[in-house]
């Protein structure tokens, strides 16, 4: 099969396709590093949280090291849950128009090479997480269980997404005991709102896939709101705004943050105008425009931060 033949259908001409040598390219595919999107917004919860962590720790800005950990890890774990995913859904992605071509199904790496491609992966991850506190390490072990089981969930539940959400989420509870070596309940309100800020970005990503689904008898909250989609994303993003809102009143967040929020607000409703769910090139783009939405929140959070700092000084 050659190069262009082998590229997934929503992602070519990218660095991959211009630079990676030809061997590396099916496993850069396979970790989704043509399309990055997804570490970013895996990364977004775990800045948020770091960002509050260091508005009520009173510290200028987020732990720099901190940052730049969960940056590696973010991309490492997010390629090894998407290995591990695509293993699980060999068969169901050959039978899908957008993702037939993935490296898996078109043959291009081997069962065998995929699951020691995840481990390689997951290994960098335990390095990055085991330069945290205890606390935190085993905060971030407690999420393989939810990584685990999210392939399977689309089979037997039309809220895949709920247990989408509870994974890439949990960053928020990664950020702020990384800081205090401990839970405090703003972090789990942010966990919440993240939660439901995924569920709104991936029910429109789902929108892409939403007729070879109900095909082949895959279900997602694409399927279950339908054409209620706009309003449902109305739903679940305004909680996604009010939880985090919640989340900054608890870590004693000041009028930049807040700043930052309207506008995290205001690009929300601007996906929920625009949505069409006839449209899978607008729907992809929508859902690409999230992780933009999060580094709007996360500057409003270090903002904030060093304001606050400056005003104590």
């Not at 570490?39 to 720099?64: Q, T």
């Amino acid at each position: 099969m050659s190069d262009a033949a082998a590229r997934v259908a929503d992602s070519t001409g990218n660095w991959v396709d211009r630079i990676a040598p030809l061997s590396a390219r099916p496993y850069l595919r396979l970790a989704r590093l043509d399309r990055p999107i997804g570490s970013w917004l895996l990364l977004m919860p775990c800045w948020w949280s770091a960002g509050l962590a260091a508005i009520h720790a009173g510290r200028p800005i987020p732990d720099p090291f901190h940052v730049l950990l969960f940056f590696i890890g973010a991309f490492a774990m997010r390629g090894a849950g998407c290995t591990w995913n695509d293993i699980v859904d060999r068969e169901i992605d050959g039978r899908v128009e957008r993702t037939r071509s993935r490296p898996i199904p078109s043959g291009q790496v081997t069962l065998a090479g995929a699951a020691l491609f995840m481990v390689l992966q997951a290994l960098i991850g335990l390095a990055v997480l085991l330069q945290f506190n205890l606390f935190t390490i085993y905060c971030g072990i407690a999420s393989l269980g939810v990584v685990a089981i999210y392939p399977f969930m689309k089979r037997v539940t039309y809220w895949p997404q709920i247990v989408l959400g509870l994974a890439f989420s949990w960053g928020a509870l990664m950020g702020w005991p990384a800081v205090f070596a401990r839970l405090d309940w703003p972090a789990l309100v942010l966990y919440a709102g993240s939660i439901s800020w995924v569920i709104g970005y991936d029910t429109i990503y789902a929108h892409q896939d939403r007729e070879d689904d109900a095909l082949i008898g895959l279900k997602s909250t694409a399927l279950l709101f339908g054409d209620k989609t706009r309003p449902m994303l109305a739903l679940f993003y305004g909680a996604a705004v009010v939880l985090i809102a919640t989340a900054g009143l608890g870590a004693g967040a000041g009028l930049l943050f807040y700043i930052g929020l309207a506008a995290f607000a205001a690009h929300l409703a601007w996906q929920t105008i625009r949505i069409d769910i006839n449209d899978p090139d607008l729907c992809l783009r929508l859902f690409k425009s999230n992780r933009d939405a999060g580094l709007i929140l996360f500057a409003g959070c270090i903002l904030d931060a060093l304001a606050r700092s400056l005003a104590s000084a």
